[in-house]
Structures are given as structure tokens and as C-alpha cells.
């Protein structure tokens, strides 16, 4: 009891020394680490809210690090996603509009400039009749265009009705090629069809009449003379293939991932000889899946391609 305190208070006070050191830097560090763990978390969340921003005023341009893969790392895929998306949406309406100013412009043009010429006085009523020829010709493919944009907006707004019955395929497709086969002989194209009996399928024969002769105008269209274009229907492992193939001037490898787009035609001049307008084919697509079907195209420069539906 009596025994000198001094190294016990010394003890003391160095301990304390210790502990308040220890606590600064434990303070130190946890507010360090504090900082920045909300920097690692809100700066994330900073570019989502300005990527957001920019997506609210049409600005699509968005580039989005992904840093790490918890929640906060898939909602910036999310988000760079979409804003993908938008951009490729934006992109494709320009050229929708261009595309469509131009197919619409052509025959405008024409209908304006040869009804000017028409009206002239002292113009041979030859001329006068054949410049109105082409006027009532350009009058047609202008409603075509407009018939075809209608019905893809029906399509995108599900108001394109499909009265599905069962049908024999064989009857169905030997219709379809009686009323074109002439259409080939006149070009001097052999047209095969090959279909196994006893194949049904429930589908809309008016809509899927359209499919078909869409697919086989377009063979016909790029086939040159002589050469053969083949139907084929069979049953295969319990699904049904329907395949068209032709020995026309085929589709560059580039072209085909876009042939279905809408308005994409592989004549990048838009060459009047071959008509069209680049809807057809994303119409084909569009009524193929309506009826639960798939349609696939294989295709190389000079060699045989096919379609291939269901």
C-alpha cells in the first residue's frame, strides 16, 4: 500500500498515449474508407443519373463503365442497353424517313413532270397517251408503297387479323403454283415443286398466300433465264420445312443479317428495273412468326439460296 506509484502512473499514462493514438488513426482510416467506399458507390450512381438526363433529352450517345458485376453493375448494363437500343431505334427511324421520302419522291416526280408534259398543246396524242401510261404506272406503285407501309403499321399495332384454318399443304401450295408457273415460262424459268403428301397445318391461307408469292416473285425478280427455282415441303423430327430455293445472283454474306429490315434492299442504288421497296420481305418475316413460324435465308454471290420457313 505504501509502495511508490510513479511506475504505475507512468504505465498509466502511456497506455492512455496508446489508446488515444490507436483511436485517431482508427478515426483516420474509418473515415478514409468511409470516403471512399461513397465515392465508389455514388460516382456510379452520378453517371447513371446524367446518362438518364441525357436519355430524357434524346441524346443516346451514353457510354456506361461497367465496374463490377452486383446490382449497381446491372443496372448500368441496363441502362447501356438501352440506350443502345434507343440509338439503334433513332437511327433506323432516320433512314426509315429518308428511305420513304425517297421510294415516295420518285413517283411523284414522275407524275408531276410527265402530267406537265401531257398538258402541253400541239403534243401528239401518241406521246400524250403513253406519257399518261406512265403516269397511271407510277400512280400504281405509289399505292403500293402506301398499301405496304399500311400494312406494316398493322402489324406493329397487332390489328393485322389471322383466321387460322387447317389446311392440306400439298393442295395449297399446287395452287399457288399453277397461277405462277406462267409467270416463270415467260422468262424461261423452270419452276419445281416437290411436297410430301398427308402435311397439314393450321394457318390463314390469304395471308400465307401472300408469303409465299412474296418469297417467289423475289425469285423470279433476281433469277436470270434458264435457270431452275425449286419448292420444296416436307416433314422432318415433327416439324414441317417449307423451303425456297433459286440459282439467282444471290446476297452478299455483309447483306444478310439486315434483309428482313425494313426498307433495306441489297441494290443499294435503288434500281427502278428491279421495283420493290424493301418492305416485302420484313412483311414476309413479320406474318411467319404471327403463325408461330421461323424463317431463315442462306444465300452466297452466284451460288443456289434459299429461304427456309417454320
Do not use: W
Not at 97 to 103: D, Q, R, Y
Not at 180 to 185: G, K, T, V
Not at 271 to 276: E, H, I, N, Q
Request: aromatic content about 10%.
Amino acid at each position: 500500500m505504501f509502495k511508490n506509484t510513479n511506475d504505475v502512473q507512468k504505465l498509466i499514462s502511456e497506455l492512455n498515449q496508446h489508446f488515444i493514438l490507436a483511436s485517431a488513426l482508427i478515426l483516420f482510416f474509418m473515415l478514409f474508407t468511409i470516403y471512399f467506399l461513397s465515392k465508389a458507390l455514388t460516382k456510379p450512381l452520378i453517371f447513371m443519373i446524367e446518362a438518364t438526363k441525357k436519355l430524357s433529352k434524346g441524346d443516346f450517345s451514353v457510354k456506361l463503365p461497367v465496374r463490377s458485376k452486383d446490382e449497381l453493375g446491372e443496372l448500368s448494363t441496363s441502362i447501356q442497353t438501352l440506350a443502345n437500343d434507343l440509338n439503334y431505334l433513332k437511327s433506323e427511324r432516320n433512314e426509315f424517313l429518308a428511305s420513304i421520302s425517297h421510294e415516295l419522291r420518285t413517283p411523284l416526280t414522275y407524275v408531276k413532270g410527265y402530267a406537265d408534259i401531257a398538258g402541253r398543246p400541239g403534243i401528239e396524242e401518241t406521246e400524250r397517251t403513253h406519257y399518261l401510261k406512265i403516269i397511271k404506272e407510277e400512280g400504281e406503285r405509289l399505292s403500293t408503297l402506301l398499301e405496304e407501309l399500311f400494312n406494316l403499321a398493322k402489324l406493329d399495332q397487332n390489328e393485322f387479323t389471322i383466321n387460322k384454318e387447317r389446311i392440306n399443304l400439298s393442295d395449297f401450295l399446287s395452287s399457288i403454283y399453277q397461277r405462277i408457273l406462267p409467270a416463270f415460262n415467260n422468262k424461261g424459268i423452270k419452276l419445281i415443286l416437290e411436297c410430301m403428301d398427308n402435311i397439314y397445318l393450321i394457318l390463314d391461307p390469304i395471308r400465307f398466300e401472300q408469303v409465299l408469292m412474296n418469297l417467289l416473285d423475289n425469285a423470279l425478280k433476281y433469277s436470270k433465264e434458264h435457270s431452275t427455282t425449286y419448292i420444296n415441303a416436307f416433314n422432318k423430327d415433327g416439324n414441317v420445312h417449307l423451303s425456297i430455293r433459286d440459282e439467282g445472283i444471290g446476297i452478299p454474306k455483309e447483306d444478310l443479317p439486315f434483309i428482313f429490315n425494313r426498307l433495306f434492299r441489297v441494290d443499294k442504288s435503288r434500281s427502278r428495273a428491279t421495283g420493290g421497296f424493301g418492305i416485302g420481305l420484313a412483311i414476309v418475316k413479320e406474318l411467319v412468326e404471327a403463325h408461330g413460324g421461323q424463317i431463315f435465308i442462306e444465300s452466297e454471290i452466284g451460288k443456289v439460296h434459299a429461304l427456309r420457313l417454320f
